[in-house]
């Protein structure tokens, strides 16, 4: 059976991405483009950091899947487009979870990304923030609604 293909474009960010009592939140919007249906997600957090909020984006986009599905996933953070077409996540769980130099930052979402990429068929594509691509904006809006009505 083939798998069904689904658009996910996802951002993710955060306010005071230094500080310690920041904000941040992510958005995404999947569609399914045989019927046209879309669902949108967004959720925000205390102290996070705009790299976490951009993989999480993804994640919960991935997670709201039923079955394995054929993904393409545009987002505008070269942290996440890079670690998976440039290889750093094989890389990453290659050394045991660890960069060449150090750490993992995000360790756990990685693992998860791992996770989740073994079982649908994932292609990222890397699109400009904050231009004329209405999806990618319609994330950012749900980030910024997110953190505007958070309550925690």
């Known amino acids: 059976m083939e798998k069904k293909e689904i658009i996910l474009y996802t951002d993710g960010g955060c306010r005071g991405n230094q500080d310690k009592n920041n904000i941040g939140a992510y958005g995404?919007?999947?569609?399914?483009?045989?019927?046209?249906?879309?669902?949108?997600?967004?959720?925000?957090?205390?102290?996070?950091?705009?790299?976490?909020?951009?993989?999480?984006?993804?994640?919960?986009?991935?997670?709201l899947?039923?079955?394995?599905?054929?993904?393409?996933?545009?987002?505008?953070?070269?942290?996440?487009?890079?670690?998976?077409?440039?290889?750093?996540?094989?890389?990453?769980?290659?050394?045991?979870?660890?960069?060449?130099?150090?750490?993992?930052?995000?360790?756990?979402l990685w693992q998860e990304m791992d996770r989740l990429l073994s079982i649908h068929d994932v292609e990222f594509v890397k699109v400009k923030g904050h231009s004329d691509n209405e999806l990618n904006n319609r994330a950012d809006e749900l980030v910024n609604l997110a953190m505007d009505d958070y309550k925690g």
């Open 28 to 63: 995404g919007i999947l569609i399914y483009p045989a019927t046209g249906a879309k669902k949108e997600y967004s959720k925000a957090f205390r102290n996070t950091t705009n790299n976490k909020m951009e993989i999480q984006a993804v994640l919960e986009g991935l997670k």
């Open 65 to 108: 899947l039923k079955e394995p599905c054929k993904v393409k996933v545009h987002s505008d953070s070269a942290y996440v487009v890079n670690a998976i077409k440039q290889g750093w996540l094989k890389g990453w769980k290659k050394r045991g979870w660890k960069r060449s130099n150090g750490p993992l930052l995000n360790k756990e």
